[in-house]
């Protein structure tokens, strides 16, 4: 069996939640190390031109703040909202590179599976027999080397972003949409900056009803008011304006008021934006003469094709599950978040996250002792993820780790 320390923590994935669970973990005494398959922050950097919607109070995790301050950092004032960018330079950037954490965060890291030591998904093995097998890691850098490494628990915290889902109906890809994806765009891109020569002037289709297809639309329709021309045509499945997860008297202004804009675009604020309803993508074909695209769309009224010069498909994110597929993970066949925090969430009775409890460790426990998914990906397809929650989630989950470690009591003592 490989020489694993008793209190060694391998966590997935250096975004916010990832990173508030190693600065926990530091202070209840694991030997923790974070892997991360890009740069800090890496999925946070991809959207970092958004404002976010929750204010800097909700965005820095108790733990991220206690260990800063050890370093004379002051928090941002509570109330405003940063963009994603902002929270990785004043904070995630600082926490890895904190005294604490700098040789514990590894970078340009992936796991790419995490199985058991000398142990089988499908050998008869109780959980106390598995416990026995430390997790089992395959760790690959960025030039492609691989190496094999060993921890006694593990948190899954790395987040859904990486995995868009595709535009077609159903849920798989449209007619010729997996042979197009790379040279379209799965994710709110910044058109008005770092992309802007893409959409300035040309007409782009967005294909989403969220927040991030919402963000994207709002986005192209301030760059029309500098770049005159620029088009946006906007289609999603639900027939009417609105937005699944819009609540009355939201708690939070900045969702209220990206929700209103865009239900205000929907409805014809805008002479650049068309919005086209009830429409479920059956293909998207590239003409490489006219460098323009065909979106072949299903409506009740009947087949309906649009074309655009650039296409951006905002349809949601949803987990890898590969990763652990040797694991024992009991997952929803809904939201493929792990079950008993899907079930706990179906019956919150409520869709507002912010009054959604984090439900504490018990609904985290897999078949699989002493692994726990958390952050985004905890949620599984359901984008109503906040990171406050995932703070909660991941101050419970290390509680109960740090109870089988051994450490609570140590500290206590
Ligand atoms: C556009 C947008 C705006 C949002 N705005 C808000 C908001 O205002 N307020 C709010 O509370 N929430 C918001 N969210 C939701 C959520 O809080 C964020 O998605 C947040 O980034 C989730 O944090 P996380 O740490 O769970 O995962 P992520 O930030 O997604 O981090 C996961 C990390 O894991 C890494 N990784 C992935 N796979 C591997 C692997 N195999 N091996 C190693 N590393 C891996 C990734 O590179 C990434 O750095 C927003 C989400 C989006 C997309």
């Not at 792990?338 to 460790?361: R, W, Y």
């Not at 609904?363 to 929650?389: C, H, M, W």
Request: aromatic share 6%.
């Amino acid at each position: 069996m490989p020489d694993t320390s008793p209190h060694s923590l391998a966590i997935l994935g250096a975004g916010p939640v990832g990173l508030e669970a190693a600065a926990l973990a530091v202070e209840l005494g694991f030997d923790v190390h974070v892997f991360e398959r890009g740069e800090v922050g890496d999925h946070v950097i991809a959207w970092g031109h958004v404002s976010m919607f929750t204010p800097w109070s909700m965005n820095v995790g108790p733990a991220s703040a206690r260990l800063l301050a050890r370093d004379g950092w002051t928090a941002p004032p509570g109330d405003s909202c940063p963009t994603g960018l902002e929270l990785v330079e004043r904070v995630l950037q600082p926490l890895a590179a904190s005294a604490s954490l700098k040789s514990r965060v590894h970078t340009h890291s992936q796991v790419v599976h995490v199985s058991r030591h000398g142990v089988r998904k499908n050998d008869h093995s109780t959980a106390a027999q598995r416990h026995a097998h430390p997790f089992r890691m395959l760790v690959r850098d960025g030039g492609g080397r691989e190496s094999v490494l060993h921890a006694r628990a593990l948190l899954d915290a790395s987040g859904t972003f990486g995995q868009p889902n595709r535009a077609g109906t159903g849920g798989i890809p449209g007619r010729g949409e997996s042979y197009l994806a790379p040279q379209m765009s799965y994710h709110p891109d910044d058109v008005r900056g770092l992309r802007r020569e893409r959409h300035a002037g040309r007409t782009t289709l967005v294909i989403g009803g969220g927040a991030s297809a919402a963000t994207t639309v709002i986005a192209l329709a301030e760059l029309a008011r500098e770049a005159p021309v620029t088009r946006a045509v906007w289609v999603t499945r639900r027939d009417t304006p609105g937005f699944t997860g819009e609540t009355a008297n939201d708690s939070l202004p900045a969702r209220a008021a990206l929700y209103a804009q865009g239900r205000a675009l929907q409805q014809g604020a805008s002479e650049a934006v068309r919005w086209q309803g009830g429409c479920e993508v059956e293909g998207i074909e590239y003409n490489s003469a006219t460098h323009r695209y065909r979106a072949q769309l299903a409506t009740a009224a009947g087949a309906r094709v649009e074309e655009a010069d650039q296409v951006i498909v905002n349809c949601g994110y949803g987990p890898d599950n590969a990763i652990y597929r040797e694991l024992r993970v009991h997952e929803c066949y809904e939201t493929l978040a792990p079950m008993k925090l899907a079930a706990a969430l179906q019956g919150a009775g409520t869709s507002d996250c912010v009054s959604i409890p984090a439900f504490g460790a018990d609904q985290f426990a897999n078949p699989e002792p002493d692994f726990y998914i958390v952050g985004a990906k905890s949620y599984g397809r359901s984008s109503d993820f906040l990171l406050r929650t995932g703070y909660m989630q991941v101050a419970d989950v290390l509680a109960r780790l740090a109870e089988t470690a051994g450490l609570r009591a140590a500290q206590e003592a």
